[in-house]
């Protein structure tokens, strides 16, 4: 059996770089996506959605250019600013929600919760250690379109040897927009980590997905 909860490599090997912008990031590890619209690139006509997005990526590209966080002894304050960046505009939730599937209805509201958090956990951890490889990659507004509660806002990472297409899906909530999925290379972050998740619940149970959860979030968090 393969490595549980990382990235199926065969499908997501630029999603895994969607933060960095390198070999696409191909959600990125940096949610997300989360590479910040450089000088001189083209942006579409914007609307909230795609503000929420800029926003985003603007805030994380201040952090990673701040030259005081990029000493080694402020490496983890660094990275949790970058967690908090990232993490504010998705919905976890709504992530968890599509990644459980069918399996969904059948959690408490508590276990819901703290399926969410462990999640949130995953991605952030995974992405925030992508995007510190930043290197002043352009991205590109290319449109957004939005239909009743949900929209979609299509960017274009540039560096020097490639580009690659991201796409952010988001909701409609009663104050802002969320993001619940991104599109990296027409490959979606949700849908890989169900396939993963799917494959646990089959063979093993929910107990021992949410003690992997957990154990990643552990380690992670451990110097």
């Keep these: 059996m393969r490595k549980m909860l990382d990235f199926d490599k065969a499908q997501m090997v630029q999603a895994v770089r969607w933060v960095t912008g390198r070999s696409l ?10 590479i910040l619209l450089s000088v001189g690139a083209t942006q579409a006509t914007a609307g909230a959605p795609t503000d929420t997005i800029r926003n985003m990526l603007t805030e994380a590209i201040r952090i990673l250019e701040k030259q005081e966080l990029k000493k080694p002894e402020r490496a983890e304050e660094r990275r949790q600013q970058l967690e908090r960046v990232l993490g504010d505009p998705f919905n976890f939730e709504e992530m968890s929600k599509r990644a459980l599937g069918a399996h969904w209805a059948k959690l408490s509201d508590a276990e819901r919760r703290e399926f969410a958090q462990l999640f949130k956990a995953l991605l952030a951890n995974t992405y925030a250690d992508r995007i510190t490889g930043y290197s002043g990659e352009q ?18 990472i540039v560096s020097e040897k490639a580009e690659y297409p991201f796409d952010y899906r988001l909701v409609r909530k009663p104050n802002d927009w969320r993001v619940y999925d991104v599109i990296v290379d027409g490959v979606s972050l949700v849908n890989n980590y169900r396939g993963q998740f799917t494959k646990i619940l089959r063979t093993s149970s929910y107990a021992d997905l949410v003690e992997q959860l957990r154990k990643k979030s552990e380690k992670n968090k451990s110097p």
């Design 139 to 156: 991205i590109y507004y290319l449109n957004e379109r939005v239909e009743g509660d949900y929209a979609e806002v299509r960017t274009k």
């Design 25 to 34: 990031v191909a959600l990125g590890n940096g949610l997300a996506a989360f």
